[in-house]
T-cell receptor, first 108, second 114 residues
Framework: QKEVEQNSGPLSVPEGAIASLNCTYSDRGSQSFFWYRQYSGKSPELIMS????GDKEDGRFTAQLNKASQYVSLLIRDSQPSDSATYLCAVEPDKLIFGTGTRLQVFP | DTGVSQDPRHKITKRGQNVTFRCDPI?????LYWYRQTLGQGPEFLTY????????KSRLLSDRFSAERPKGSFSTLEIQRTEQGDSAMYLC????????????FGPGTRLTVL
């Protein structure tokens, strides 16, 4: 059974801080990794994809991948209250296997 | 709007009734996926199509569920003889296989079975 594990949270950070979200996966053959943001009652929104070891930056978001440790992370710099949402880690090929998500709360 | 669309957005039905949902993918995308999400869980894969071919169906999916994508464009998901346990958000996503298969989700159909 291929699994993706995330801490359900909530992770509470003050506005302006760095939020660090983590994810581990069980299938060593996984090649593609994604982070989705999901606001309450809404559908998941793709925010980052990463395919090779190392860091990938996009604006305030940085995804980090370590295939040897089977570990993916998402850093959100200068966190804003509007970042408060559930962040889903997903792994594929083909179909996505999702974690249960980490709820992030950014307080003013 | 060029995103993924789903219809209806909400559906309330009585146990034992049949329901059908529709998904229209992003026009140039050749892959279409169905997922189901319940409260506090991540989306769970149901099935996916590449063009009109159904390539994979979850073993968790009962025979009451069927999906089609007859012309490789829109897709329908039918649930027969609904049960209360079918209550969930049904999500459709589409992707372009050649573009790293990034999947983009529609707004979902929330099903409530009474």
């Amino acid at each position: 059974q291929k699994e993706v594990e995330q801490n359900s949270g909530p992770l509470s950070v003050p506005e302006g801080a760095i939020a660090s979200l983590n994810c581990t996966y069980s299938d060593r053959g996984s090649q593609s990794f994604f982070w989705y943001r999901q606001y309450s009652g809404k559908s998941p929104e793709l925010i980052m994809s990463i395919y090779s070891n190392g860091d990938k930056e996009d604006g305030r978001f940085t995804a980090q991948l370590n295939k040897a440790s089977q570990y993916v992370s998402l850093l959100i710099r200068d966190s804003q209250p509007s970042d408060s949402a559930t962040y889903l880690c997903a792994v594929e090929p083909d179909k996505l296997i999702f974690g249960t998500g980490t709820r992030l709360q950014v307080f003013p | 709007d060029t995103g993924v669309s789903q219809d209806p957005r909400h559906k309330i039905t009585k146990r034992g009734q049949n329901v059908t949902f529709r998904c229209d993918p992003i026009s140039e995308h050749n892959r279409l996926y169905w997922y189901r999400q319940t409260l506090g869980q991540g989306p769970e894969f149901l099935t996916y199509f590449q063009n009109e071919a159904q390539l994979e169906k979850s073993r968790l999916l009962s025979d009451r569920f069927s999906a089609e994508r007859p012309k490789g464009s829109f897709s329908t998901l039918e649930i027969q003889r609904t049960e209360q346990g079918d209550s969930a958000m049904y999500l459709c996503a589409s992707s372009w296989e050649a573009h790293d298969n990034e999947q983009f989700f529609g707004p979902g159909t929330r099903l409530t079975v009474l």
